[in-house]
């Protein structure tokens, strides 16, 4: 996963970034426009719908339960990733609430607000489950899911926050609520097409005379290895040798710049891929 091979500065600004992009854009376009879909945050919305006060405070201390539940089961690191979103997505939240304080939507356009905000929420969230993190609230149990079972991200946000959509329709109103459904749906899919293109990676399949040398640059400049297999050209007979192994996209334009300088006629399959599970990619566990 990216988190691997990164340091904790560059980890931790990533998702500082996150937290706050994710806060703003709930609290721009989700808690004027009464969107209830998303979690903890759309329940939050429901509260104060319900009984007053800020949907933030409510989000924030909806947050912490979460979190205190869940930090012996998704463990140290997982658990002090997602705490250390919740702070600072919440600190913003209250910031915000403060300096710019917003009571109505920013535009006449509820469609286009509900767009920004579900592709926002989307991308944040789909960076946090990469990253082994979480904004809180239902993303955890998303996560728990994701732990213990099959259910893809998407489809474990589907079911956790349903509930919440549907409560808004009676909370609210019918356009509120289709609006949230809408919003909901879109958030949920879109999450799973973000995290595949963030776990793409790049197949390799080489037909080279020069195997040693690739495989060397493999090895030693990009920190990966390959599989080498005997091979005939089929019209030649000539003896061949195929490399076969798995880069990331940055590292992918190297690994082809470098065999073209080292052979110009070598055969170079590329295929994407983000199911890769092994040793230097994604756990099987």
Known sequence: MLDEHMGPIKKYSILTVGAVVLALANYVFKFPNHFSFGGVAGFAVILSGMFGGSA????????????????PILGKEVAMRSFYVSIVFSGVLEVA???YPIDKPIT??????????????AVCSAIFFFMDASSGGTDIIALILKKYTNVSIGMALLLVDFAVVVI???VYNPTVGLFSFAGF???SFFIDSVIESLNLCKYFTIV????DTICDY???????????MSAEGSYSHEPKKVIMTVVN?????????????VEPHAFMMITNSSEIIGKGFRNTM
């Open 56 to 71: 933030s405070t409510y989000t924030f201390v909806i947050n912490m339960l979460l979190l205190l539940i869940a930090f």
């Open 97 to 99: 609430q403060y300096v």
């Open 108 to 121: 006449n356009q509820p469609l286009l607000e509900l767009v920004f905000s579900f592709m926002l929420l």
């Open 168 to 170: 808004s329709f009676f």
């Open 185 to 187: 749906l879109a958030k």
């Open 208 to 211: 080279s005379d020069n195997a």
């Open 218 to 228: 493999i090895h030693k400049e990009l920190n990966h290895s390959a599989t080498i």
């Open 249 to 261: 996209r940055d590292q992918a334009l190297k690994l082809r710049k470098f065999v073209r300088s």
